[in-house]
């Protein structure tokens, strides 16, 4: 008389160290399973939130790794404090940059000022909104690098960001005075610092060259070559208003004197 095989599934089942936590017939303590579902609802949380939270750190990390960023984007953000520092002076404002569409309708928004943009490359793919802006001639393509179709002193202030980083010193001898020109009351400039930022890795392909973050002591001995003027009425005005507001820029931003 043979010998009925043993069940290889039983056996399975019952051996090893966690045989016995899953035994079909093993029951599981209630602290394990407490344990297990927090666990579950961490990992679908952070799996829905992942610009935040356990796994949003790890991304913002990568991120800054990659150098994603913007000065245009602080921008919007130092508008407060601009005004604060221009006054009237910002009734009309021309921004010069990518994304500029998005700085324009912000500064749409504040009363009594009127706002223009120039976007240095491409923008087929913008939105519906600035499609609009461009049809109606508040935004417009320009190569910066030549001279932009503007009176001098058509603007009472001039900004411009993430746009001078792609400019070689023999272009922006004439980019920047040309700015100036166009400007009656300053200008304004949004640029990154080096070994900190970089472009977003979209804009390098648009303007076909990497960006070139330049130190404040290049800038500020580019300045006194091309005879223009930091306003430091206008900087110290900034930096209070700044600080009030609890507000500390990523970006370093220079005053100029338009040419008079």
């Not at 949380?45 to 913002?60: N, V, Y």
């Not at 993430?162 to 009351?185: I, M, Q």
């Not at 392909?205 to 070139?212: D, M, N, Q, T, V």
Request: glycine share 8%.
């Amino acid at each position: 008389m043979s010998r009925r095989p043993a069940n290889p599934t039983r056996r399975l089942a019952g051996s090893g160290p966690f045989g016995g936590i899953f035994h079909p017939k093993s029951r599981i303590p209630p602290f394990l399973s407490v344990v297990l579902i927090i666990l579950g609802l961490v990992l679908l949380i952070g799996h829905f939130r992942s610009g935040s939270g356990i796994f949003g750190g790890q991304k913002e990390s990568t991120n800054k790794g990659e150098g994603d960023f913007s000065c245009t984007s602080e921008v919007q953000k130092a508008i407060p404090a601009l005004r604060k520092a221009y006054g009237d002076n910002m009734r009309k404002v021309l921004h010069v940059g990518p994304d500029t569409c998005s700085v324009v309708s912000k500064l749409l928004e504040e009363d009594g000022t009127e706002a223009w943009g120039v976007e240095p490359y491409d923008i087929e793919d913008a939105d519906g909104r600035c499609k609009a802006l461009v049809r109606k001639g508040i935004v417009r393509e320009a190569d910066i690098k030549f001279p932009l179709p503007y009176r001098a002193k058509s603007f009472s202030l001039v900004i411009v960001s993430d746009a001078l980083e792609y400019l070689s010193p023999r272009y922006l001898n004439k980019t920047l005075p040309n700015l100036a020109r166009v400007s009656a009351d300053g200008l304004v400039i949004f640029t990154g610092y080096p070994g900190k930022q970089r472009a977003k890795v979209a804009e390098l392909s648009k303007f076909g060259r990497p960006a070139k973050m330049r130190s404040t002591s290049w800038w500020m001995r580019f300045f006194v070559q091309t005879s223009l003027e930091v306003n430091e009425a206008a900087a110290n005005k900034f930096e209070q208003a700044a600080t009030t507001m609890s507000y500390k820029p990523s970006c370093q931003v220079f005053h100029l004197n338009s040419y008079r």
